[in-house]
């Protein structure tokens, strides 16, 4: 799964003012990994940080995830 968004991140304009990207990964629980304006401009570092992410192993909480990527990577009202 990594290498696919490695993959599919390097298709992409990685800038505030084109695409943001955030993580967040789900087992048990939703973890935030980071947000997504920590590596607006900066290609390379996030391409670094997917690599560096590892996957959790027991679980399956899609709700938990998709709970935290609603309110930690989503800033609703925001111009961006």
């Given at each position: 799964m990594l290498n696919f968004l490695e993959k599919?991140?390097?298709?992409?304009?990685?800038?505030?003012?084109a695409t943001q990207v955030g993580l967040v990964?789900?087992?048990?629980?939703?973890?935030l990994?980071?947000?997504m304006d920590e590596?607006?401009?900066?290609?390379?570092?996030?391409?670094k940080a997917i690599k560096s992410t590892t996957c959790c192993a027991t679980?399956?909480?899609i709700d938990a995830a998709l709970?935290?990527?609603r309110?930690?990577?989503l800033k609703f009202g925001e111009s961006v």
């Open positions: 599919f991140v390097n298709q992409l304009t990685i800038s505030d003012k990964t789900f087992a048990a629980f939703g973890e990994v980071f947000t590596y607006n401009d900066d290609k390379a570092g996030l391409i679980g399956r909480s709970h935290m990527a309110t930690s990577c």
